[in-house]
């Protein structure tokens, strides 16, 4: 997948749909250079792209693809290259398998289900959203499938660079261990480092939340941004909006 040519298809559809969808003003156009004079530069950077922005452009490319069925992820970058906006087209769910019996056992976590869709996504996302606006914390929210493949990714406008990794590192390390990533910090705060030393590196952090629907792990919700006590309720607030 080439990310420069999915970025063009969501400017392309955004101009195509009306430039409304962009906010910012465009830039004064360049007269033609004169034969034998020097090649005019590339367009300075300018301020960052907007959330509000972002989701035009992303939503632009995202209906085309939808209206020709194909399968596709689209990332939209600020001015350094941090991410600030992604979304993927889901692919179809597995089948189901029977619920397990009962036992007399401790119960174990929760079995892998069907890959999270994309309109599951941007509702845990848009609930975490909306948790942390009422809040005024500024966060990053990832969500990831089952495999800890990335999903959904949206990043509030003044969002600590930092946070977009990180967001995706607890979503990735709650579906990966299925449990959240608190657990791991817990386990840290008493002590026990043991999961250090593990091929699969969690992050001990809260913020990370396995996502449930009918008893299966779809996926997981990561948040960054505010402290670990934030982020695990902007996360909480997502994930009961799964459904």
């Known amino acids: 997948m080439r990310l420069h040519v999915l970025i ?25 250079a004169s034969p034998g004079t020097a090649p005019v530069p590339p367009p300075d950077y300018g301020p960052p792209i907007t959330n509000e922005q972002a989701k035009a452009v992303a939503a632009a490319a995202f209906a085309e693809a939808k209206k020709n069925n194909w399968r596709m992820a689209f990332a939209i970058v600020g001015p ?9 087209l889901a692919q179809q769910p597995a089948p189901s398998t029977p619920p397990a019996s009962p036992g007399t056992a401790p119960v174990p976590p929760p079995d892998y ?5 994309n309109e599951q996504a ?14 005024n914390w500024r966060m990053a929210f990832a969500i990831v499938g089952p495999a800890g ?20 590192g607890k979503a990735r390390t709650a579906v990966m261990f ?5 657990t791991f910090a817990d386990q840290y705060a008493a002590g026990n480092t043991a999961f250090t030393t593990f091929t699969e590196q969690p992050v001990a952090s809260e913020g990370g939340i ?18 670990g006590q934030q982020d695990g309720v902007a996360a909480a607030a997502g994930v009961s909006a799964a459904k």
């Open 80 to 88: 350094a290259g941090e991410l600030v906006y992604f979304a993927a």
């Open 113 to 117: 289900g069907p890959p999270i869709t």
């Open 178 to 182: 299925r449990r959240p990533s608190k």
């Open 8 to 32: 063009a298809l969501g400017i392309s559809s955004a101009l195509v749909l009306g430039t409304a969808a962009l906010a910012q003003q465009p830039a004064p156009s360049t007269p033609p």
């Open 210 to 227: 396995p996502i449930v629907v009918s008893g299966k792990i779809i996926g997981a919700i990561g948040a960054s941004g505010g402290t």
């Open 122 to 135: 941007k509702a845990v996302a848009a609930a975490a959203f909306a948790e942390a606006k009422k809040n």
């Open 149 to 168: 493949e990335l999903v959904y990714f949206e990043k509030m406008d003044g969002t600590q660079m930092a946070s977009v990794m990180i967001a995706q």
